[in-house]
């Protein structure tokens, strides 16, 4: 392939979109807001964790135990899209667990448990 086919010349020329419809300040970013209010997000339960090598994953069958990092009075974890937001205790509501939350992490918090 010659450098010419490769790397053709281009004309770009700037575009000016203009400003956006809907308002401005606070009462645009309420609407933007308002949009995002209803995307559904990943949220889950982690009562702890466990680190095995690819071996040990593989002799696991039903009725193996796995043991995990957290005792069992110590409070469960509650992640939003992934990321620690608060702690809680396992609950039952009617025939299915539940969450009681008992710890909203504040900023700081939550800027530590994504460094761990």
């Known amino acids: 392939m010659s450098e010419e086919q490769a790397n053709p010349e281009v004309t770009a020329q700037a575009v000016d979109f203009g400003p956006l419809e809907g308002g401005e300040g606070a009462q645009a970013e309420r609407q933007n807001l308002d949009l995002l209010l209803d995307v559904p997000i990943p949220i889950s339960v982690e ?3 466990a680190e095995m ?3 040990q994953v593989l002799e696991l069958g039903p009725g193996s135990i ?3 990092d957290k005792k ?3 409070p469960v974890d509650l992640r939003v899209n992934g990321k620690l937001i608060a702690r809680g205790e396992v609950v ?3 025939d299915c667990y539940g969450l009681r ?3 909203i992490l ?3 918090g939550r800027i ?3 460094r761990q």
């Open 47 to 49: 009562v702890g964790r």
């Open 53 to 55: 090598n690819l071996d």
């Open 66 to 68: 796995l043991p995990l």
């Open 72 to 74: 069992s009075e110590e």
């Open 92 to 94: 039952m509501v009617d």
């Open 101 to 103: 939350i008992t710890q």
């Open 106 to 108: 504040d900023q700081a």
């Open 112 to 114: 530590e448990s994504l």
